[in-house]
């Protein structure tokens, strides 16, 4: 019932930047709150920032000062600035959100994943 696209990822040299996105659509109420995971190889899956619908933002210790995660509420869309990336950040980055549908469910839903990859 609610579908994500994501967009923005790629290769990135150790320094750079890069911005993500992603677009959520469906039969949405209302979306809580808006995330950014991301899984490297053999790693667990880890919160990277999250942010809610008023504007409280969350973010993992190892990305604070060098991402910013955004929302336009009236695009449905999340986005993940990151700046002054680091071999460390190379991972698959997920979109997720918690939304109320316009039937009363709540649901988690999770995008398809980009690549993220940072080396010279």
């Known amino acids: 019932q609610v579908q994500l696209v994501e967009s923005g990822g790629g290769l990135v040299q150790p320094g750079g930047s890069l911005r993500l996105s992603c677009a959520a659509s469906g039969s949405i109420f209302e979306i809580n709150v808006m995330g950014w995971y991301r899984q490297a190889p053999g790693k667990q899956r880890e919160l990277v920032a999250a942010v809610r619908s008023g504007g409280e933002t969350k973010y993992a210790d190892s990305v604070k000062g060098r991402f910013t995660i955004a929302r336009d509420n009236a695009k449905n869309t999340v986005y993940l600035q990151m700046n002054s990336l680091k071999p460390e950040d190379t991972a698959v980055y997920y979109c997720?959100?918690?939304?109320?549908?316009?039937?009363?469910?709540?649901?988690?839903?999770w995008g398809q994943g980009t690549q993220v990859t940072v080396s010279s």
């Open positions: 997720n959100v918690r939304v109320e549908t316009t039937n009363l469910l709540i649901l988690n839903s």
